[in-house]
């Protein structure tokens, strides 16, 4: 079974991945976090990738292409995936359809105002990737998993966050009427297990057909 996930920044749309990637054995795929991978090892792609990612622009299609590309044809891929940032444009969705069946795609729905204030308070862990909010329960501003010092994205600033918003607004919202034969939808505003348990639901009843 292949997924997509699509959602503003904000909405939890990565929270609910990792839950249905842990219980449903898919392939959590972050278009995101890849590029933060390359830029790490220093790649010629992920430094290209970087000043847009730190403007809250989306990255050229031919690079976010290849490197979606390059991690779907890896043999783990075969089992299932879902993807977690990726299509974010009508363009995107039509190429994705020359390498990839898409089986459902979940709507991760949010209200602006609830999606800036998520990001402004969000932190996220440079060594493993685990993402917190500091007007959580029990946040000390050390990862939870490994204990490293959280920090706050570049991206996750105020300035950036509108853009990011605004991109997805524009150019992202139309892949739901594009996937509206195939679409759950979901709303966020309670806590994470609320917005889980649905989809859990969901995917459940299909008999994890595929
Ligand atoms: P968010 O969804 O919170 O913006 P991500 O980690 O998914 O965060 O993405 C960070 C940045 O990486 C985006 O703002 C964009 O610059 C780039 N990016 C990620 N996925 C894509 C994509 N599918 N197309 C173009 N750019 C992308
Ligand atoms: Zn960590």
């Not at 891929?77 to 994705?96: H, T, V």
């Not at 069946?101 to 440079?126: G, H, K, Q, S």
Request: net charge positive; glycine share 8%.
């Amino acid at each position: 079974m292949n997924l997509i996930l699509l959602g503003a920044q904000g909405s939890g749309k990565g929270t609910l991945a990792k839950n249905i990637s842990r219980d449903f054995g898919l392939v959590q795929i972050s278009t995101g976090d890849l590029f933060r991978e390359s830029i790490a090892k220093k790649e010629k792609l992920g430094l290209k990738a970087k000043e847009y990612m730190n403007r809250g622009e989306l990255v050229p299609i031919e690079l976010t292409l290849k490197i979606l590309n390059e991690r779907i044809s890896k043999p783990d891929c075969k089992k299932g995936f879902i993807l977690d940032g990726f299509p974010r444009s009508i363009e995107q969705a039509e190429a994705l359809k020359e390498v990839a069946n898409i089986d459902y795609v979940i709507n991760v729905e949010l209200p602006y105002e609830e999606c800036v204030a998520r990001l402004t308070t969000r932190r996220t862990c440079p060594n493993c990737g685990d993402i917190d909010n500091m007007t959580y329960e029990g946040y000390t501003g050390n990862c939870r998993k490994c204990g490293t010092p959280l920090f706050q994205r570049d991206d996750d600033k105020p300035e950036a966050i509108k853009t990011r918003l605004e991109v997805y607004e524009k150019t992202t919202t139309p892949l739901i009427n594009f996937y509206s034969d195939r679409l759950f939808k979901v709303s966020s505003l309670g806590t994470p297990e609320d917005t889980y348990r649905p989809v859990k639901d969901f995917l459940s009843n299909l008999g994890r057909k595929k």
